[in-house]
């Protein structure tokens, strides 16, 4: 294994302040095939753009422009700038990052009982993460962004993700007011693709926001109003009920420009002696990501295929969960993902685009 590119023994703010850590931090550019300054055509269509592959990094692990420009290097091309809100939001305490003992997948089923988490991190790689989606102010992200929206190189896109902040007190049209200003604040950065993450906690309920179509569909069209053509993603969770997940494609699918699945699966996490194993109120269930959660994302990504192809929309689908090897990219497109991208694969692996577009060639 590879020195992560986040370290999970240090706080968020340290890595904020000191990351990314191991090949990230070599400022060795090495875009693989068709990178940069390559003569080789980019060859691959992102939502109009022209990309020297379809894989890259989600929202979350790239937590500011330092760690983008890490990624945009080493020949990931399209990366996503971590989830950011309208306001200066806290993180989680340390620890944030355990991994997590586990044969086989992770199933639904199993996802009700408990897992043990330590910090023996292993191939294949499953570990449970925690941050509570922290946010900079505005005014730093804004910037920060903005800058690495230019250093992407020929071939590489920067996607700019968010979410709504829920308040006490707060109404659903204020919830929905809260998307509309930050998607107007990532607007003016220049970013040239949206992503607004739907599988995080929806007002007035305990449910993910993308288990409730309608309030979804009210969302993303008040981001649509704002961002005009600018081509937004939703990023949802698994879908174990198929009736749900149709009705919600129905609706969104042709609202939005891509659909990126999956996020984490929650589970119970604790260490060896039983304590919860990221202490905190609210932490006992976190979201596990890696190889135990790839069957559901590659189900997810045949399930949303046939789901366009009954509709007749033309979202493309972002295939994410369990992605570390250059197999599991293949797997992945193979099930009709259009992009791919790894979190957790491509933290303890930096050369991981390198090695896809070995392949690839
Ligand atoms: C350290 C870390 C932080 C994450 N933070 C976010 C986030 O802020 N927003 C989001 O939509 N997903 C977040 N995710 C979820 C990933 O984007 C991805 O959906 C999930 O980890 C599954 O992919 P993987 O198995 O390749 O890790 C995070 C994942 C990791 C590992």
């Not at 984490?264 to 604790?270: G, H, K, L, P, S």
């Amino acid at each position: 294994m590879l020195i992560p590119f986040y370290n999970p023994e240090k706080s968020y703010e340290e890595n904020f302040r000191q990351g990314p850590f191991g090949a990230f931090a070599d400022e060795v550019v090495d875009h693989g095939i068709y990178g940069g300054n390559s003569s080789v055509v980019s060859e691959f269509d992102f939502l109009g753009f022209k990309v020297n592959s379809p894989f890259g990094i989600p929202a979350g692990p790239l937590i500011n422009g330092k760690f983008v420009k890490g990624a945009l290097d080493k020949g990931f091309d399209i990366v996503t700038y971590k989830t950011v809100r309208s306001d200066k939001y806290p993180s989680h305490s340390w620890p944030n990052i355990s991994s997590v003992k586990i044969d086989g997948d992770l199933t639904i089923e199993k996802a009700q009982g408990k897992l043990i988490g330590n910090d023996d991190y292993h191939q294949p790689l499953s570990i449970t993460n925690s941050f509570g989606v922290p946010s900079s102010e505005p005014k730093f992200w804004q910037k920060d962004l903005s800058e690495v929206v230019k250093y992407a190189k020929s071939g590489q896109i920067v996607i700019g993700a968010f979410q709504g902040t829920k308040k006490d007190g707060q109404s659903v049209e204020e919830y929905i007011n809260d998307y509309r200003i930050t998607a107007g604040l990532l607007k003016d950065t220049g970013v040239k693709v949206i992503e607004v993450n739907l599988s995080c906690p929806n007002e007035g309920t305990n449910n993910l926001l993308c288990y409730d179509t309608e309030r979804s569909v009210k969302v993303a069209e008040a981001i649509k109003e704002v961002i005009g053509e600018i081509p937004l993603i939703v990023k949802i969770g698994y879908f174990s009920d198929t009736e749900a997940l149709r009705d919600f494609v129905k609706k969104i699918g042709n609202i939005v420009q891509g659909i990126s699945a999956i996020n984490t699966i929650a589970t119970e996490v604790v260490d060896e002696n039983g304590n919860q194993a990221l202490p905190g109120e609210g932490r006992l269930r976190s979201g596990v990501c890696g190889h135990a959660i790839k069957w559901a994302g590659i189900e997810m990504t045949e399930r949303l295929k046939k789901l366009r192809e009954e509709f007749i929309y033309n979202f493309i689908i972002i295939g994410v969960g369990g992605v570390c090897t250059p197999e599991d990219f293949f797997e992945y497109r193979n099930a009709g993902a259009d992009i791919v991208m790894s979190a957790t694969g491509a933290m303890w692996n930096s050369y991981l685009a390198k090695e896809v577009k070995e392949k690839l060639r």
